[in-house]
């Protein structure tokens, strides 16, 4: 049977590794979100701010994050405090950031297309954002498998632990096809639910269109 | 003639009785404290620039060792209650001196510059010590402690010795100078700042190895239920740990006389004792005690003599022949620009050399991916397009379980296989990565050439229907509409190549996270690592630019 090889506490720690990646991909898209905006709103602008905004954009577009992770983790001290107060980023926040040049770049470009499409007069081309915006999130919770690598307990992270205590290839590959296949419902319901949602602003647009 | 033979018998024996008595540490010990309490008894003595350290402990009455918090059995705090085997060594110095101890915290990377910025007057924090370290502090001999770096792992782990850590990850500490070692066979490593947090990260099992002091696993070996979990797979590095204080003239007088105590205590068995009481490994000092019993050593220069004291650890690194120019240059960079820029993987062969494979390795990961991505981009794209629903299914089953994995677990399942295969090597590790991230890359370029071919036979079909064009020219134009994804997936290919260092391929990444393991600069380090990838990624992003001209203009074409 497949998972009687696995240790009692594999798909209840899985399942909780999955809510951490969840978790950092929230972050990541809260934080670029708003950064995104304002260097969208930056470039909109135009001069010499809309040059530093579309630099700025394109370096975090070039940025590797495992690299902007690992920079993170290396060039903040562990004890580095502001008023007092400890501003050392967690595992969990440390990997959230480092998918926030990402994010933030997504949101810049799409948000301008979507403004683009509002003084268009095409409101409901403008809410495409919202779909994008999902599918940058599921990128973000795959992404997040990356905090394995800094010892931050996500899904991928209680996979890996697992496959070390397995002796064969055999049984590894069953593991691996376990994770994949969370992970890969996980994907696939976002990416529904961003069809759902394109399906429907689809409708609106046909709706609302005069004569119809 | 009988009281003359008696008399020149008391002459001869009152010479001999002298100079023994003299060459005792005992003596100079005391001597050297009786000198140094009246010097601080001087009038105005105690404010003088430039006071004497053994004397201002007397001034002061106080001694201020830095002590470790959170290295169980040698040095831990809870409460105001300090404890360990450390802490017990300098109550045991305050005590011979007649003063009071006043401890203060330090860590591995702390110790020495506390010691420097004259915030305490002796390291006794677990320090090795080695020929590095010799030129930075002054270190008491003889040694009061020895350890040996151990790795420790669970016991279902099959890990006997060097050959089976190689592609594995092993959790140590920033600065332990037995990192390099474990470099050297290949091992990946995982770096924390502190040896306290390793046990636990054990326990959780996201360390499945860890490196460390054999001291400080003895603490978590007592526990039965990490006993009865891990073990100690194998030993390495063996470094004597010294007590040290500060390479200055005015701490030579406090230097001796912690040279002497350290004598007098292995003699008497004073450091046996404390090890006893906190439970530490005895075998050093049970050695050690039989060395300094003997007359030879037990003498007043004793801590002198080679044959009685151990050598430091030889931890120095072969330098560049451009070190010179390398350390001219980061001190006219703070002058200039107040940047304190750090650059170790210049100063040392063993450095440089890793920083320079990993530059290439790293531009032949880029390049691999790169290929490797246009090449399943146009397999699977071809596949997918075919007419047999014996081709098309399949690699749509593959394109969407490459989409559903993430990008770790995809290199980890590619550097499984591969290491089923081969034995581990660098060039495998970094052939599974090419691999890995190319079947991701090149699963998604590979759909969008499948579903351009898709539009092209549609409209082909409504407006002379099926067939008319060869099916290899069709693809041709299919590859050319889809241009932007392709590009697209071919830089995130090129973005993706550091997550390569996570299944032990040397690319630059990998590089110097081994380099910082053993020297310092993190900072300038990575801010290096992360101008190096943009660039790269810059000039991918040019490259594939120009890919996408050319395949758009010969869209236009045809």
Aim: aromatic share 8%; glycine share 8%; hydrophobic share 50%.
């Amino acid at each position: 049977m497949i998972g009687k090889q696995f240790s009692a506490d594999f798909f209840p720690d899985l399942l909780a590794g999955m809510v951490v990646n969840f978790e950092i991909a929230a972050i990541a898209l809260v934080v670029g979100l708003a950064l995104g905006a304002l260097l969208g709103l930056m470039r909109l602008s135009g001069g010499a701010l809309g040059a530093v905004a579309t630099s700025l954009i394109g370096l975090m577009r070039a940025a590797p994050t495992f690299v902007v992770m690992f920079f993170l983790l290396n060039i903040i001290p562990r004890d580095a405090a502001l008023f007092g107060v400890g501003v050392a980023p967690s595992g969990i926040m440390t990997v959230a950031l480092s998918l926030v040049p990402y994010s933030a770049s997504y949101v810049a470009d799409n948000g301008a297309e979507a403004l683009k499409q509002l003084r268009a007069g095409s409101p409901l081309g403008a809410l495409q954002f919202l779909p994008n915006i999902t599918r940058a999130f599921f990128v973000l919770v795959m992404s997040s498998s990356a905090g394995a690598a800094i010892g931050v307990t996500e899904g991928i992270a209680v996979i890996l632990r697992e496959a070390v205590l397995l002796p064969s290839l055999g049984d590894k590959l069953v593991l691996f096809a376990v994770g994949i296949l969370f992970f890969g419902i996980t994907l696939q319901a976002g990416f529904a639910l961003m069809r759902l949602l394109q399906r429907y602003l689809g409708r609106r647009t046909v709706r609302d269109e005069p004569g119809v | 003639m009988r009281a003359w033979r008696a008399l020149l018998f008391a002459i001869a024996a009152a010479f001999a009785a002298l100079p023994a008595a003299a060459e005792t540490p005992d003596a100079a010990l005391a001597k050297l404290i009786e000198d140094a309490r009246a010097d601080a008894a001087a009038p105005a003595a105690c404010t003088a620039a430039n006071l004497d350290r053994l004397v201002r402990i007397f001034c002061e009455s106080r001694i201020r060792p830095g002590v470790r918090e959170y290295y169980p059995l040698f040095g831990t705090r809870e409460g105001e209650v300090r404890s360990g085997y450390d802490v017990d060594v300098a109550r045991a110095l305050a005590k011979r001196l007649g003063v009071e101890p006043v401890f203060v915290r330090v860590n591995a990377a702390s110790r020495i510059p506390l010691l420097a910025e004259d915030r305490i007057d002796v390291i006794l924090a677990t320090m090795g010590h080695n020929t590095q370290r010799d030129g930075q502090v002054r270190f008491i001999r003889p040694h009061y402690y020895q350890s040996e770096t151990i790795m420790v792992g669970p016991r279902a782990l099959a890990v006997k010795d060097w050959p089976d850590i190689a592609g594995r990850t092993v959790c140590v500490t920033i600065g332990n100078g037995s990192n390099a070692q474990i470099v050297s066979h290949n091992a990946r490593l995982m770096l924390f700042d502190e040896a306290g947090v390793l046990p636990g990260q054990l326990r959780d099992e996201t360390c499945a190895l860890a490196a460390q002091d054999d001291s400080f696993f003895d603490y978590y070996f007592i526990e039965s239920d990490f006993a009865a979990r891990f073990e100690r797979k194998f030993g390495f590095a063996q470094v004597p740990w010294g007590m040290a204080v500060a390479r200055i003239a005015s701490s030579e007088r406090l230097a001796r006389a912690l040279d002497l105590m350290s004598q007098i205590f292995h003699r008497d068995g004073v450091f046996l004792e404390i090890a006893r009481a906190n439970r530490v490994s005895l075998g050093f000092l049970e050695r050690q005690q039989a060395v300094w019993k003997r007359p030879e050593c037990n003498t007043e220069t004793g801590s002198e003599n080679p044959a009685c004291v151990l050598p430091a650890l030889n931890a120095d690194l072969e330098p560049t022949p451009f070190v010179g120019r390398v350390v001219a240059f980061e001190k006219w960079t703070k002058t200039v620009t107040g940047i304190e820029l750090s650059l170790p993987m210049l100063k040392t062969m063993p450095a440089w050399s890793l920083f320079k494979d990993g530059i290439v390795n790293s531009l032949i990961l880029v390049a691999g991916a790169l290929a490797a991505t246009l090449l399943f981009a146009l397999v699977l794209g071809a596949v997918q397009s075919s007419r047999s629903i014996l081709l098309r299914w399949p690699a749509r089953a593959i394109t969407v379980t490459l989409q559903s994995s993430p990008v770790v677990l995809t290199l980890v399942i590619a550097a499984a296989v591969a290491h089923a295969l081969f034995p581990y090597s660098s060039a495998v590790a970094i052939g599974a990565a090419i691999v890995a991230l190319g079947l991701m890359n090149g699963s998604n370029a590979g759909q969008a050439i499948a579903e351009a071919m898709h539009t092209l036979r549609a409209e082909r079909g409504s407006v002379q229907g099926a067939g008319g064009i060869p099916t290899r020219e069709l693809l041709g134009r299919a590859v050319s509409r889809s241009a932007t994804q392709i590009v697209s997936f071919l830089i995130n290919a090129a973005k993706g190549t550091p997550i390569a260092s996570f299944i032990g391929a040397p690319e630059l990444l990998s590089a110097l996270t081994d380099i910082t393991s053993f020297a310092s600069g993190r900072a300038t380090t990575y801010s290096l690592l992360l101008i190096f990838y943009v660039v790269v990624v810059v000039i991918v992003v040019w490259f594939c630019g120009k890919l996408r001209f050319w395949l758009e203009r010969r869209q236009a074409v045809t």
